[in-house]
């Protein structure tokens, strides 16, 4: 017969909390094996049984404060007939033995507890061993160094966390400047978007009528929509703010993994017409200049191409805000009648610097915007 007391887990640990049983009443159970977890005023750990047989009585719930040496439970032979009762109270009756007499006793704690000069508390010294976890390579964060099991699932995740490295490539140019400007924009301006639902017919119809790309009509509707709101062609200078009379409109383009943002220089005072044919002339260029890619007042990045139907853009910095648009795809809706009608739908995401466009002067912009797009000839 063992009896199961509550261990000391330090010099000036007086009682603690049988946090949970890890085994029931009846239950056969090995010496080694964990037998239930206790809560002192500093951590939490678990602790093993001291002898094999079978858990006789459980004294003490879960959740349930005991001092020191107060019994818990009570592990018997097989078949082994006891007085659970009797043995309670005598244990309760006997007082704690002097320190120097606890010490002779078998740990039941790992901060007594030291095999191969590793410190651990037993649930962390099993989890290691099922898994092959070399103690001796972990520090411990415990009372006194000790390895709690939460240090070894921690260093479990950092090994399993190691990668094959397949290459490594250094950024080019264009990546390290896409890299600071992003960068830049996200920790400087602070940025809201607004979301709008955009007919298309109008504009799908315009584009075979005019034999024109969506991107040169978007560009053309962005333009004027900036001419009756120019507080967006702009940029915040320290605590002024600088509003530009050219409106140059940005690209945003791909090329392999990088990202360049083509101008398209004094849009107000051009057609449609001419706007796609610089388009297409700047955007099929092989080397892009530093001319090309200068002077750039607003932005605009359309991915609709990719099936990308929203998406919230980053301001391309010192810029203002950046229109982005997605994928034109059909959509159920109600007509005048009451009847069913399928229109043709995109959404834009137009983001703006918070610091000085408020959500008001956004909103204009952007419904100027959308009302363009949808009546504009």
């Known amino acids: 017969m063992e009896i199961v007391k509550m261990p000391r887990l330090g010099v000036t640990m007086q009682e603690g909390i049988v946090a949970h049983w890890l085994k029931d009443e009846g239950e056969e159970i090995k010496a080694g094996e964990d037998l239930f977890e206790i809560e002192s005023e500093k951590f939490t750990t678990v602790i093993e049984a001291q002898a094999s047989g079978i858990l006789g009585k459980i004294f003490v719930e879960g959740g349930t404060k005991v001092k020191t040496g107060e019994a818990l439970a009570v592990i018997v032979e097989k078949g082994e007939k006891v007085d659970y009762e009797e043995i309670r109270r005598s244990v309760s009756s006997v007082k704690e033995e002097p320190k120097a007499e606890r010490k002779k006793e078998k740990a039941t704690f790992a901060d007594e507890e030291k095999v191969d000069s590793v410190r651990a508390v037993p649930k962390a010294r099993k989890y290691a061993r099922d898994r092959g976890i070399n103690l001796s390579e972990i520090t411990g964060t415990g009372p006194d160094g000790i390895i709690t099991l939460d240090d070894v699932k921690k260093a479990e995740t950092r090994e399993d966390s190691v990668l094959a490295i397949r290459e490594i490539k250094p950024l080019n140019l264009v990546m390290k400047a896409m890299k600071d400007n992003i960068y830049r924009s996200w920790e400087e301006i602070p940025q809201f978007t607004q979301i709008l639902e955009v007919n298309a017919e109008n504009l799908l119809n315009l584009k075979d009528k005019q034999k024109v790309s969506i991107n040169a009509l978007m560009v053309k509707a962005i333009s004027d929509a900036v001419k009756e709101n120019m507080i967006i062609n702009s940029t915040l200078d320290g605590d002024e703010i600088v509003v530009y009379d050219n409106i140059n409109?940005?690209?945003?383009?791909?090329?392999?993994?990088?990202?360049?943002?083509?101008?398209?220089?004094?849009?107000?005072?051009?057609?449609?017409?001419?706007?796609?044919?610089?388009?297409?002339?700047?955007?099929?260029?092989?080397?892009?200049?530093?001319?090309?890619?200068?002077?750039?007042?607003?932005?605009?990045?359309?991915?609709?191409?990719?099936?990308?139907?929203?998406?919230?853009?980053?301001?391309?910095?010192?810029?203002?805000?950046?229109?982005?648009?997605?994928?034109?795809?059909?959509?159920?809706?109600?007509?005048?009648?009451?009847?069913?009608?399928?229109?043709?739908?995109?959404?834009?995401?137009?983001?703006?610097?918070h610091r000085y466009i408020t959500g008001m002067t956004a909103a204009e912009f952007s419904q100027d915007l959308k009302i363009l797009l949808e009546t504009m000839s």
């Open 249 to 353: 409109v940005g690209i945003a383009v791909a090329r392999g993994d990088s990202l360049f943002v083509p101008v398209i220089k004094n849009t107000e005072t051009k057609t449609q017409g001419v706007i796609d044919e610089e388009i297409k002339a700047i955007v099929s260029k092989e080397n892009l200049e530093q001319e090309d890619l200068s002077g750039g007042t607003i932005t605009f990045s359309n991915l609709g191409r990719y099936g990308i139907r929203r998406g919230v853009s980053i301001i391309n910095y010192p810029q203002c805000c950046l229109v982005f648009m997605g994928d034109i795809y059909n959509r159920l809706d109600v007509d005048e009648k009451g009847g069913t009608i399928v229109r043709k739908v995109f959404e834009l995401s137009i983001t703006f610097d």
